[in-house]
Structures are given as structure tokens and as C-alpha cells.
């Protein structure tokens, strides 16, 4: 069976949201061939520029039922919104659709649309406090990589675009065909949707090298301990000037930034549910697990037990989707046997010529003379 996604643009749109996702699963197409194919679709067709200046061809109306809805984000979302023709033909288009998502700022469309209402979301973190202000009756889980919420999916910014598809992959491929594309795509297979959208040396962005070098410094001996006077002595500072500097450049002191490197390092080894929490508690230098308790609800908002239970039901819904797909592999492989004792073999060749013809995934645009 072949997918059809269909990507919804408008003016100003994030080129890397649309070109990211549609790039997942088109590659998906070589483990599995035909398994999807792409379109992408605006108000009025025709070319539609990207902010980046790239322009894409587009189509008025889909060529054929849609299976997945995505709408990205990007600088021209907010005149999108506002736009009532826009509105209605997003609403139009995801009356029949399977999936609804949005990458990045395109959960504010989606939004203004009516089509989030009351269920928990995601988005840009650098919007999503004003996301949640404009739209009361959204719930905005502001530091998530992706958020499946029944139907609707929607992501973090730009690049959280690429895991949301290879998410919506693995659950309709299978999660060695998510994996393959992850693999040839270069990227981490797979950020989970509740992992923080950024690590905490990104966030803390010290002006000086000399704070720099400290941070690199504690990240590199996590394991051991760190008091403000080691960090202090990697930055070439005395340990009070340290102490000020680096609360001056970061907005923390050097003791929560230790607690939050720690709480990023370990939640990956937590999430996979292997070594005991005692075991990942010394690791990375929390003194005990009840210390690695308190940085994870101060982090993320809850403990370490709490975010392996949600990984542990992430898995199992995708363990239950691959024995779906499974059991209708074997019965797809029935009924094609049956269909061969049948003399059925002239249906599947008249279906196969009646498909309708795959559109390309990124139409060539030409050049102006």
C-alpha cells in the first residue's frame, strides 16, 4: 500500500521542514518500495518561495487520497494563520486524512485552524511560551522533541521535523526500515518524542572560553567529582571569580549546570532500560539515585523511574504496530495465494494499471530565462 503525504506550504515557509521529513520518506521508498509517495500543495498552486529564497511547484489540490497531512513552520506562518483561505483548506484537507502533523511553528496553523484544541502539543521552544498564550485551550509541552496526540503529531523546530518522520516511519514500516533511513541520513535513530529539544551546553552559551573550557572540562569528568574550585582551576579563575563569571554568562551557577549535563548524560542510558538506575546514578556522579531523582523532576519534570515507563509504552505500541503489520503480511500473503488458484491474477495486473501515477517528490522547477 502506498502512503501519500502531502506537505502544506505557504510564502516564507521553512525550506529544511519541508525537505527534511520529505527526504525520510523518500528514502524509506528503497527499503520498501512505493511505500510512500509526496506531494506538496498551497492555496493557490503554482510556485511558492521558501524564506530562504528557493521557490517549490505546487499543486492546488491533492492527485489522490491523503494518508498523512504536514504542515511546516517557518517566517511566513503567522500571515498563514491569519489567513482565512488558508485556514479552510487546512481543515478541508485533514477531514479524511490518518495523520495531521506540523514541524516546528506550523503547530501555530494547525492551531488557528481549531485542530489542536485540548490536546498536549509541541513546538519551536523558542515559541512555545507564545503559543500557549494565544491559544489557552492547547496543552504546550515546551521542551519536547515530538508529540503524538492520537492523529495529530507535531514537533519541535526544524530538524526535530526529521524525527517526527522517521517516528511516523517505524510505526508504519517497522523500526529496522526507520533505522536504515536514520542510517543513511546521518542522524540519531531515534531521539525520543520526550527527550529535551537542546542539551545543556548549547542552552548555557558562555561569551568567555575561559567558562567554555570549564563546561567542556566537566563534561569530559562527569563521573568524578566537580566542585567550583576543580571547574574554577580548568578556567584559569579564582574559584569567587569563576563563581560570578560564570553566573553572569550562563544565568546558573557552575553547581545546577553540573546537575544538568548529568541529568542529559544519563537519560539516555536510563530511557533504555538496561542498567539499574544505581548503576547510571554513578556513572555519570550523581552521589546516590535519590540526587539523580531530584536533577531529573528539576530537569524534565519527572524522575528517572517515570521517564522509563514512558519509553517502556512508547516501545510497546511500537512493538504492537510491527505484530499488526505482521499479521497483515500473512494475510496479504493469503489472500494473494488464493487469488492465484482463483484465477485472480488478471485483477492484481488491471489494479496495478489503474494506480494512479506517483508524483514527484520535489518537482524540478525551471529556471527563469
Known sequence: MTRRIAFLVFPDFQLLDLAGPMSAFHL?????????????LSCSGGLVASSTGCAVTTAAQPTGSIDTLLVPGGQGVDYAAADGAMRALLCALSADTRRVASVCTGAFLLAAAGLLDGVPVTTHWRRAPELQARHPRLRVLQDRIHVEAGRLWTSAGVTAGIDLALAMIEADLGRDVARRVAREMVVYHRR??????????????????????ALRFAREHLHEALPVERLADAARLSPRQFARVFLRETGQTPAKAVERLRAEVARPAVEEGVQPLEVIARQVGFADPERMRQAFVRCFGQPPQGVRRAMRAESGRAGRAE?????????????????STTGGADVVGTLRETAPPRTPLMPATRPPA
Open 192 to 213: 525520543p518524542g520526550g527527550q529535551t529539544q537542546f542539551s545543556a551546553l548549547l542552552d548555557l552559551e558562555p561569551d568567555s572560553d575561559r567558562v567554555r573550557d
Open 28 to 40: 524509506a521508498c528503497r527499503a520498501v518500495p512505493d511505500a510512500y509517495v509526496s506531494e506538496v
Open 323 to 339: 505484530t499488526d503489520r505482521a499479521m497483515l503480511t500473512r494475510s496479504d500473503r493469503a489472500m494473494r495465494a488464493e487469488t
